[in-house]
């Protein structure tokens, strides 16, 4: 669950920064739409706050867009590294071992794993080869 909590961070914290920032433009333009009913006069900061909302929504997508890739490299990379090293044990490669073993998450636990079970692999053809 470590990834998953790393996650979580990465995708909600630019997220609700946004939904609060938004918020608060909003309520901005809230106030002066009451005074310009008021006074029949809009007040210079209507534009400044719409220029914000514009910026805002943009860093927005942005950041979601620099999440995900983010999320690419964090996840799916190490994926494919240890799909690759499981099939080429597979295949009867037992050379090489999977590099992400010092991560502190569940890829690094699967990782030592897949490792701890290469060693496991070679030990047991060491002790066959020796028995026949």
Known sequence: MKLGYKIMGLVLFPILASIVFQSYLLLELEKEH???????????????????????????MLSLVLVSFL???????????????LNRLSLGDLGREIPFKDREDELGDLARAFNRTLVSVKIALAKKGKAA
């Open 71 to 85: 999320l690419v490299r964090l996840v799916v990379g190490p994926v494919e590294e240890i799909t690759k090293a």
């Open 34 to 60: 009451e005074f310009y009913h008021e006074t029949g006069y809009l007040p210079e900061t209507h534009g400044q706050i719409m220029k914000d909302l514009e910026a805002v929504l943009a860093a927005s």
